[in-house]
């Protein structure tokens, strides 16, 4: 074959993009989003507004406090399958009902970074079996966490939270119900956001920007420079004024839509983390705080070695205490108990003893009486 042929025609190299789509669009693909913040700032309408369908139900608003006396942040776990246009996605959605519900909540994110870790941890101990065709990915590629629309900054809280969240997972920022906020005021509230990250140095997520294409790097740009997210959730549908029907919410002066650009960012958030950056968000996950997490463990300890557990958890810390508490409490009843009994006995000794007391005196007199009936008896036999 002449150099001319192969350069005209090429030996298949350029058809290895084709290839691998077809590999994965089989394969389909495992994505992990965890939803951080506190209760009542619309993460589960928000996730299944994302997704168009029901993935997490609405929990009953009566109950929502029933657990108070339970001060622990819970992980709960959500999975589906997606399926759009032959391609399948395996969503696994994890929320942290309990957190930031609650007066006191020192070390409240101990247990989301936990779960993060512990899902790194799982992985790596999974690469390093001999068999691996079967390996479970539970490790989070992004974590949406909801900001309260104060109008003010960020508490405490959030800035010790983002700050742990930021160095293990892909962090976005998400300011919940903006529809609550004016558009100067909620404007206002980004930028203060926006600087106390900067001051803090918290890591959020940042998509690449440069691209070959100039309108997908124009979009990337648009898209990091609406950070932190306002959204607004609604997956109920209402008829705006020109007749279209949208999703969401009705009020007396109007209606918030939820994929107006105008009204809110949902719509650059969902191409964030769906149509356009998803991958980047595996991809990061991987190569970036996964093996920052497997270079820190392997530095530490041996090859095959177990993770040592830290016994700081707050909830274990809370049964503890309550185990403690509950054990004195049945110490001191049976402490009380057996003094009563104690005293019960002593109190039945010192009866029986005068009982006693009285028994002997009582034969001590019947013998004396004994004792003269018989000297009566004997000095009428000596007369006799």
Partial sequence: MSPSAVSTN????????????????????????????????????????????????????????????DKTVEIE???????????????TVIDTPGFGDYVNNRDSWLPIIEFIDDQHESYMRQEQQPHREEKLDMRVHACLYFIRPTGHTLKPLDIEVMKRLGSRVNLIPVIAKADTL????????????????????????QCPIESDDETSTKRNMNIMA???????????????????????????????EVENEDHCDFKKLRALLVRTHMLDLISTT????????????????????????????????????????R???????????????????????????????????????????LETIQAGLSSKGGRK
């Avoid at 299944?48 to 139900?57: A, H």
């Fill in 10 to 69: 090429g030996i298949g190299i350029a058809d290895l993009p084709n290839q691998r789509h077809k590999i994965v669009a089989k394969r389909g693909t495992n994505f992990t989003l965890m939803v951080v913040g506190e209760s009542g700032l619309g993460k589960t309408t928000f996730i299944n507004t994302l997704f168009t369908t029901t993935i997490k139900e609405k929990k009953n608003q009566a109950k929502r406090h029933a657990k108070q006396t």
């Fill in 77 to 91: 776990i959500t999975k589906a399958e997606l399926e759009e246009k032959m391609f399948n996605v395996k969503l």
């Fill in 182 to 205: 004016t558009p100067k005021d909620l404007e206002t509230f980004k930028r203060r956001v926006r600087e106390v990250i900067a001051a803090q140095n918290i890591q959020v997520y």
């Fill in 226 to 256: 609406a950070m932190p997210f306002a959204i607004i959730g609604s997956d109920e549908d209402v008829i705006a004024p020109d007749g279209r029907k949208v999703k969401g919410r009705q009020y007396s002066w109007g209606i918030a």
């Fill in 327 to 369: 054990f004195t409490e049945q110490v001191k009843q049976e402490e009380n108990r057996f003094r009563q009994w104690e005293q019960h006995l002593i109190s039945e000794r010192d009866r029986l003893n005068k009982d006693l007391e009285a028994e002997h005196s009582h034969i001590k007199s019947l013998e004396q009486e």
């Fill in 286 to 325: 991987e190569e970036t705080h996964y093996e920052n997490y497997r270079q820190s463990q392997m530095e530490t300890r041996k090859f095959g070695e177990a993770k040592a557990k830290k016994l700081d958890n707050p909830k274990f810390k809370e049964e503890e205490e309550a185990l403690r508490k």
